[in-house]
């Protein structure tokens, strides 16, 4: 069972596998009790080469059993009661939101209730109020915070002008329109994004204001927040810098979330004064030439696809992180490790200028890289496995 969420920690075992040892424990016993040792025909070698097959099989099963008390280990319910122990609880599923501004015809003032809705441009996802409004006379235009009404990333990427269609009639609403993209829309938070969390609970329960403490409380305040770096430019001045998933910058609804779980006097310490900014983004490009053995040629197409795929899902989760450097090995990685690749060589441009080896990334940004190409080449060489 392996893990990437603190990978300095060494990975214990209970209970150490050995199959060999055990069948050969077993057949001596045997042959202790019986006067009579199994050969490899005897009927009653099945019957013991199965009964050390099933001892292994519930060794590895207590393994198992043992890891999940483990912080590093602990999934799903396991991780869910670990975390009570320090006062963490799993984010649920969160909802997209957007800011939507309603055009108003004369009117002598109303209340907009909780539960208007607005229809998306793809006709299926309907965005509403969730408290209400008190409009007064003559106003003509108001922006509201409106959350699609299913959880989940469904709602998320409707950019400005794509959410305009009134549902709910009976208001002085002339027009809609939102004005910011839809973000925010989160799955229920993962096994790995939680146990970070209650990595950093405890500090939680300090008074002097840590940097673990605001990034907990931060990452709490939505589960489409993959990152969040605490900056302090100046004595009580504390900078929160976050991201969402995919590198998407986190829009005003989202960053009041961040400023509510960050306020109150048992969160912030007295002086300190909080603000979310947005992290700046370094925009470049990545390519990668493949180098594939001779004898897997008629693979090379196949073995591009899946270095491209490779790459894709490595840089998506590049751009939820502040702070990621640019290491030019650590993308060449995934890709060499594909069976017929000779050699991978991968290109990084930003701004212009090619990267050498590492870019460093200043904590207050993180990388948004494009793949933009990758070819394949054949060499003489031949694999290994054909050697």
Not at 13 to 23: T, V, W
Not at 33 to 42: L, S, Y
Not at 218 to 226: R, V, W, Y
Not at 305 to 323: E, F, I, N
Request: hydrophobic share 40%.
């Amino acid at each position: 069972m392996s893990t990437e969420r603190f990978p300095g920690i060494p990975e214990p075992q209970i209970i150490e596998p050995d199959y060999a040892g055990d069948l050969a424990r077993i057949k001596q016993t045997y042959f202790e009790k019986t006067g009579h040792h199994p050969g490899i025909n005897d009927p009653e070698t099945f019957l013991l080469e199965q009964i050390a097959y099933e001892r292994n099989n519930l060794v590895d099963e207590i393994n198992y059993e043992a890891k999940q008390n483990l912080l590093t280990y602990a999934e799903d319910e396991r991780l869910d009661n670990i975390g009570l122990m320090v006062g963490a609880t799993r984010l649920p599923a969160s909802n997209a939101l957007i800011t939507e501004q309603l055009t108003l015809s004369d009117h002598a003032g109303f209340v907009l209730l909780a539960g208007f809705e607005v229809r998306a441009i793809d006709g299926s996802t309907i965005f509403r109020t969730t408290e209400d409004v008190t409009v007064e006379a003559g106003i003509e235009t108001i922006a509201v915070t409106m959350e699609c009404e299913t959880t989940g990333e469904s709602g998320n990427g409707f950019t400005a002008g794509q959410v305009t269609e009134v549902v709910t009639a009976g208001y002085p609403i002339e027009n809609a329109t939102n004005t910011t993209t839809s973000a925010g829309g989160g799955d229920i938070e993962s096994n790995d994004a939680f146990a970070h969390r209650i990595y950093l609970a405890p500090s939680q329960f300090s008074v002097c204001g840590p940097y673990d403490a605001y990034e907990y409380f931060a990452l709490s305040a939505n589960a489409a927040i993959t990152s969040v770096y605490v900056y302090t430019p100046a004595p009580n001045e504390i900078e929160l810098y976050a991201l969402l998933s995919g590198g998407i910058l986190p829009t005003d609804p989202i960053k009041d979330q961040i400023l509510a779980a960050c306020s109150g006097q048992k969160r912030v310490p007295m002086g300190d004064v909080v603000s979310v900014k947005d992290p700046t983004e370094v925009a470049g490009t990545v390519s990668c030439v493949v180098t594939v053995f001779k004898d897997y040629e008629s693979l090379a197409s196949s073995i591009t696809d899946s270095a491209s795929s490779a790459l894709s899902k490595l840089l998506d989760k590049w751009r939820s992180q502040s702070g990621r450097d640019i290491v030019i090995g650590a993308l060449e990685a995934p890709v060499q490790s594909i069976a017929g690749v000779y050699n991978a060589k991968v290109s990084v441009t930003v701004n212009g200028d090619a990267v050498d080896d590492v870019m460093n990334i200043d904590k207050t940004s993180f990388p948004n890289l494009t793949l933009t190409d990758v070819t394949f080449v054949i060499t003489t060489e031949r694999s290994e496995d054909m050697l």
